[in-house]
């Protein structure tokens, strides 16, 4: 029956002209036994599947042969080609299912080019589309996987979601034009090996990716030349077009927007969906982005979120028990793959949804070895702490590290109840003084530390808690700042300083361009000398239990350092801006109006 389908399909399209006899075949691979661990598969580890413009995806499929029924079929559709990829099918059929593997266009056996993202959405639907056509299918799929594979699980649903498709988990989901190779309009180092790494050849140039001393050497001649970061390929002596040909897009424009999905694109997906990610994780930006828009664009989304202490692959699998020198509670040590097949049951097999699933939001409270859980977001925590930038010294002295390398004591700004809108501090870089950095690149980088790098930026402390109290959620606010120039980047950093001095780093630090942080399908510069408010609106979200005596530290801070882009602020593109736009250094004013919220639970709240 499945066979005359294909036939009928094939038929009339022809007859319309719409497709190519070659668009609509693929290359079969008779399976063969084989076995394992005392248990019996059918493997096919060499098919290609032809997608409707007629490229080649590379594939393998892995069965149980005791199964005589049609499964449902798990796809893992992934850009890094791994010799132990297999194993990732022959777990799903060890579970119940079909397990299939397919690759980017390009990658593996395929012999198309190689092009990251642009095609994913397309190739997956037609993955899919061809599963259903096999004798061993029940026409129903399920997909998982994090980073770029959480994406395609995200991009194939971009025109429309496939009737067989019936849940994805995609994990520290990256979100083009969103979350990478940028975030609010600053773009990383981070994605200029990731080209070479994936594009160099069929399977992963790991010989390249891995050799931290020539990306560390390019960023480091980079940041001491003050070329363009345009021309960082002209430095590394190696053309790499992808990563140049991203630059171009340095607002989300319609090239973006072709490979993402975009507002409305979500009101369709109908799906369940379960995302998984982490305090710690880069990607937990991409995952929040999903979340948020999903439900912003279809009330009556079916999205779950698992967030705990974890970082970027450890919230894929399996966590890491010690992240960064912090051991996490034994309540966030879970397996993570093992819920995701839960979770498959759940949908698949009529099982009871995973346990850890109560609500929409379920998140672990780190310090307090407790999972908590909530209908949404707005919802975590019950109330707001707003807390003004301050120009009043605190009382607490703390161990710093300065841009120098130094070790120092210094003293924080406070967190105060009160705003002032003509104070400001005031913070001087100057981008042709290449000397130093907005902060110390040999500063302890461990979640856990006795120091806490400054840099050329400001720290601001709250009193002393009288009671435990937990901040759960995403940290927001506005930055109301002042500049003698078109725009600047910024970060900001959130940590809990403990009654013996310690420092807690409490999640990712936030990253924004002024000129893109209201909007970043437009640049909006900034007028000289005026003063301008800059929304903290994305803020990485965090759970932990913030003990009696600890006080909550902020630091603010202008960037200039080898790691992403110089925003030299005159306006110009960025990525185009040298040494030579430097001119007068960059001050800024901080002024004491600005305004931090903190998510937090008051745990002792009659």
Not at 512 to 519: G, K, Q
Not at 547 to 569: D, E, T
Request: neutral net charge; contains cysteine.
């Amino acid at each position: 029956m499945k066979s005359f389908k294909l036939f009928k399909v094939a038929f009339f399209l022809l007859l319309a002209g719409l497709v190519s006899c070659n668009s609509i075949t693929d290359v079969r691979q008779e399976p063969r036994t084989v076995s394992r661990d005392g248990k019996a598969y059918l493997v096919q580890d060499s098919v290609l599947i032809t997608t409707r413009d007629g490229a080649k995806v590379s594939a393998l499929i892995v069965r149980s042969k005791a199964e005589t029924k049609p499964q449902p079929a798990i796809l893992f559709h992934t850009i890094y080609t791994r010799t132990d990829d297999i194993n990732r099918a022959y777990e799903a059929a060890d579970k119940g299912y079909v397990g299939v593997v397919s690759y980017t266009r390009g990658k593996n056996l395929s012999p198309d080019e190689i092009n990251p993202y642009v095609h994913e959405g397309n190739d997956v639907y037609d993955v899919i589309d061809w599963i259903t056509e096999q004798e061993w299918s029940n026409e129903e799929v399920g997909m998982y996987g994090g980073s770029y594979v959480g994406f395609v699980q995200w991009s194939s649903m971009k025109e429309k979601v496939h009737p067989a498709l019936k849940t994805i988990v995609p994990s520290v989901a990256a979100a083009p034009g969103i979350a990478e190779p940028m975030e609010n309009g600053v773009y990383f180092n981070f994605h200029y090996p990731w080209w070479h790494y994936v594009t160099n050849n069929k399977t992963l140039d790991t010989v390249s990716y891995y050799n931290g001393k020539r990306w560390n050497g390019l960023y480091f001649d980079w940041y001491k030349r003050g070329v363009a970061y345009k021309n960082l390929d002209s430095l590394d002596g190696t053309p790499n077009p992808g990563f140049n040909q991203k630059l171009e897009h340095p607002t989300f424009d319609d090239y973006w927007k072709s490979m993402t999905l975009y507002k409305e694109d979500f009101s369709k997906i109908n799906i369940p969906v379960l995302s998984t990610t982490g305090y710690y994780d880069g990607g937990q930006f991409g995952s929040i982005h999903y979340l948020k828009s999903h439900y912003q664009f279809n009330k009556n989304a079916e999205h779950y979120l698992m967030i705990g202490p974890y970082s970027h692959f450890g919230a894929q699998e399996l966590p890491e028990n010690n992240i960064l020198g912090y051991t996490i509670d034994s309540a966030a040590q879970i397996n993570i793959k093992n819920l995701i097949y839960d979770w498959f049951d759940y949908i698949f097999k009529e099982a009871k949804k995973p346990a850890l699933i109560k609500d929409k939001i379920n998140y672990q409270v780190m310090g307090a070895n407790t999972w908590k859980h909530a209908p949404s977001l707005d919802k975590i925590a019950a109330d707001t702490l707003k807390l003004y930038l301050s120009k009043e010294r605190s009382d607490v002295m703390f161990k710093s590290t300065y841009n120098t390398g130094n070790l120092g004591i210094n003293e924080h700004f406070r967190l105060s109840n009160n705003s002032d809108a003509t104070a400001y501090l005031e913070q001087e870089i100057d981008f042709s003084d290449r000397s130093q950095f907005s902060w110390n690149l040999s500063g302890n980088r461990d979640i856990v530390s006795e120091t806490l790098t400054i840099g050329q930026g400001f720290s601001f402390a709250t009193e002393p808690f009288e009671e435990d109290i937990e901040l759960s959620g995403s940290v927001s606010g506005i930055l109301n700042v002042s500049i003698n120039k078109k725009d600047f980047d910024c970060n900001v950093l959130v940590y809990e300083q403990t009654a013996d001095g310690t420092f807690f780093n409490l999640t990712i630090p936030f990253t924004t361009r002024a000129s893109m942080s209201r909007d970043i399908e437009k640049r909006n510069l900034l007028t000289p000398n005026i003063k301008t408010a800059i929304p903290i609106r994305n803020f990485r979200m965090t759970s932990k239990r913030i003990k009696k005596g600890s006080r909550i530290v902020v630091v603010v801070n202008g960037i200039k350092h080898p790691f992403n882009q110089i925003n030299y602020g005159t306006g110009k593109d960025v990525s185009e801006e040298t040494i030579l736009d430097a001119a007068e250094p960059l001050k800024i004013k901080w002024y004491t109006d600005s305004y931090i919220h903190f998510p937090v639970n008051m745990l002792n709240k009659s």
